[in-house]
């Protein structure tokens, strides 16, 4: 079936460095991919989205990378604050008619000050 | 930017109660709606899709009956938990989309405890 994995529970970076989160994905039919991020007691906030049509898309501070070759999506994090600690998840809403999103397990990001 | 309001943010019920979670869209009209549920250090968990006006998807292993979903309008969808047992403590999330497989915008979720 349909899943969405994250390849790392936990990653600890030291503020100011860059933080890379990597997202693995089982459905080659799949065409769009969002990043969440979820702090402690709230719900997931969008970060960034992309589509496969695209390899690379760039926001304020973060970078999503697209591999469809090898279905493997990355977050790249640009001079990580304290305030980027929390869990991030990639979500994918799947082949799917219906537009369930699908979410991955979560890796959570520990900036060290 | 789209906004679904969540309500409440807590709650704590005795075991054998009711209890009905609110979920609006503030700024959009929400086509479908998604409720999820969340234990501590895990991942969001789809529990059902809502569309306005006809009666909820829910996946696998979710009882129907005791998870009922309403979703009247295109602007509010409601889940109540039926007769509360204490293995249904969790944090429940919802999220509203305006657009089929794009757009998510979700709640600040629902703490709810039963005791």
């Known amino acids: 079936g349909e899943s969405v994995g994250l390849h790392l529970p936990t990653l600890s970076v030291q503020e100011g460095d860059n933080s890379i989160i990597n997202c693995a994905y089982s459905?080659?039919?799949?065409?769009?991919f969002i990043w969440y991020k979820q702090e402690s007691g709230k719900g997931p906030q969008f970060i960034i989205d992309i589509r496969s049509n695209m390899d690379k898309r760039q926001g304020q501070r973060v970078t999503v990378l697209l591999n469809k070759t090898v279905k493997h999506l990355s977050l790249q994090i640009a001079a990580t604050q304290p305030g980027d600690s929390a869990v991030y998840f990639c979500a994918d809403p799947g082949s799917s008619n219906t537009g369930k999103l699908i979410f991955g397990q979560g890796t959570t990001l520990q900036v060290k000050p | 930017g789209a906004v679904v309001s969540q309500h409440p943010s807590r709650v704590i019920c005795k075991s054998g109660t009711s209890v009905k979670i609110e979920c609006r869209s503030l700024?959009?009209?929400?086509?479908?709606m998604f409720w999820y549920r969340q234990f501590p250090k895990q991942s969001l968990m789809l529990m059902a899709t809502s569309n306005e006006g006809s009666k909820a998807t829910y996946e696998q292993g979710v009882e129907k009956d005791k998870f009922l979903i309403n979703h009247a309008s295109l602007t509010l969808s409601t889940l109540t938990v039926t007769s509360a047992h204490p293995e249904d403590s969790s944090f429940y999330i919802c999220?509203?989309?305006?657009?089929?497989?794009?757009?998510?915008?979700f709640g600040s979720g629902t703490r709810l405890t039963v005791v």
């Open positions: 459905n080659s039919a799949s065409d769009y």
């Open positions: 999220s509203a989309s305006e657009f089929l497989g794009y757009g998510y915008t």
């Open positions: 700024d959009f009209q929400a086509t479908t």
